[in-house]
């Protein structure tokens, strides 16, 4: 075994040879020494490996030949070594320039080299190939920055197909709450000037069946007669089927009774209405969106069925509020009543609404319809938000 005294001496006279040997043996850091100028002083492996120059090519050379042109010009290599001297060392990561031309990107360590009396006598160069590693993190910043791009324009169509189905829902609400206003405004209207022009064209045609006419002028003018009766009806019944009852007031199941009351005096329909027992107010837009289907569909009954009858039913199952419009009449077989949620197909103003309305409060709207007749279906929730809303509050002021 040797002695500590022994390792020290065998280190003092082969130190600097191996030391030597081992810098040479390095592949894969590029280490050598430059002169104060900066001219080549020693070469070893990993700079040959990394660079491209073997030693006897580059031995002596300014150092600038690893940097490009650009660099040069600007009078880097003078700065670095500057730096180096005046703080020690100059770090940093660029590109440098490898013998056959091409660049590298390189982590460059310059060291000022002193003696014991402080005086330079060169500097010691450590360079890294981190080309690759450069690559990579390049590549991964840009798929970064394209996945940041790509999550951006995601956000951004989801937030305008938000924004577009916010203002086709305000659109569709607007529209009936104009629907609405225009009912009332065609009722009041068909009752008031259409229904008294009626008459008064009546009572000119009276007039004129008392003077004496050609032939058959008699029963040409009971004709008209009867002819006007019969629109006079028409436009009650549709002015009566068009006329908001005092819903609000009433609530449900009395403006619908007195509601039918009023279509089963004006029109020949035989309605009859089914309620049950248990059946109480609900909150106003359902009661509303419920009374609004019962007149849309019953409008259609008399408008397109030929049904000498009808069935209403009101009723409350599993929380929800089910309305039935069923006629006997001849159907609409050509007619495509599926409501999906998108209802866009060929259906009239009327279906779209309901099923609009219905759809607004949660609930839906179903169609069947053949030879035999057809059934509407309204089906409302009761457990509207709204309607949690008030159970939550009623709790709390419980307490
Ligand atoms: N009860 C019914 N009996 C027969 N056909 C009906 C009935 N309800 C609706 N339809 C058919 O469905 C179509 C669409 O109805 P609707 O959406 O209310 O529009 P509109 O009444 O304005 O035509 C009607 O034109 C009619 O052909
Ligand atoms: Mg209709």
Same mark, same amino acid.
């Given at each position: ?20 040997? #081992? ?40 150092? =600038? ?18 730096? /180096? ?16 031309? =091409?660049?590298?990107?390189?982590? @460059? ?65 607007r529209l009936l709450q104009l629907q609405d206003e225009e009912r009332r405004r065609l009722g009041r ?10 008459? +008064?064209?009546?009572?000119? #045609? ?38 908001p ?9 009395? /403006? @619908? ?39 849309? +569909? ?15 039913? #009101? ?20 007619? &495509? ?8 197909? /060929? ?10 309305? @219905? ?9 069947? =319809? ?5 059934? @509407? ?9 709204? +309607?949690? &809303?008030?159970?939550? =509050? ?6």
């Open positions: 075994m040797s002695s500590v005294a022994d390792l020290r001496n065998e280190n003092a006279s082969f130190g600097d040879e191996r030391f030597r040997l #081992l810098v040479e043996a390095i592949r894969d850091y590029a280490i050598f020494m430059l002169n104060p100028e900066g001219r080549i002083l020693s070469w070893n492996t990993g700079a040959e490996r990394i660079k491209g120059y073997r030693a006897d090519e580059v031995i002596g050379k300014h150092f =600038s030949i690893f940097y490009p042109e650009e660099d040069i010009r600007r009078g880097k290599t003078e700065m670095e070594l500057e730096i /180096a001297k005046r703080e020690g060392h100059f770090e940093e990561q660029g590109w440098r320039v490898r013998k056959d031309g =091409s660049q590298f990107w390189a982590d @460059v360590v310059i060291t000022a080299l002193r003696d014991e009396s402080g005086r330079l006598y060169g500097f010691g160069k450590v360079t890294r190939d981190l080309t690759k590693r450069k690559l990579t993190e390049d590549m991964l910043r840009l798929s970064m920055e394209q996945l940041e791009e790509e999550n951006k324009c995601r956000i951004e169509a989801e937030r305008s197909a938000r924004e577009a189905e916010v203002s086709v829902r305000e659109l569709s609400q209207e068909l009752h008031d000037s259409v229904g008294q022009l009626l008459v +008064g064209a009546k009572m000119a #045609l009276g007039a004129l069946a008392s003077e004496k006419g050609r032939q058959n002028w008699e029963q040409q003018l009971a004709d008209y007669g009867a002819l006007l009766d019969l629109v006079m009806r028409e436009v009650r019944t549709m002015s009566y089927l068009l006329y009852p005092m819903l609000e007031e009433m609530g449900l199941r009395t /403006a @619908v009774e007195s509601y039918l009351d009023g279509v089963r005096q004006r029109s020949r329909i035989q309605i009859d209405f089914q309620i049950a027992k248990d059946f109480g107010r609900l909150p106003r837009e359902t009661e509303l969106a419920l009374f609004r289907v019962l007149q849309e +569909g019953l409008t259609n009954v008399h408008r397109h069925s030929g049904s000498p009858t009808a069935q209403i039913r #009101l009723r409350m199952e599993n929380g929800e509020a089910v309305l039935e419009v069923q006629d006997q009449g001849k159907g609409a077989p050509a007619v &495509d009543f599926k409501l999906g949620t998108d209802c866009i197909g /060929a259906l009239g103003v009327g279906i779209r609404g309901m099923n609009e309305r @219905v759809r607004q409060l949660g609930g839906k709207l179903e169609v069947f =319809s053949s030879a035999r007749g057809t059934t @509407v279906r309204a089906t409302v929730p009761l457990q509207t938000s709204a +309607g949690k &809303d008030w159970n939550a =509050s009623a709790a709390v002021s419980g307490v």
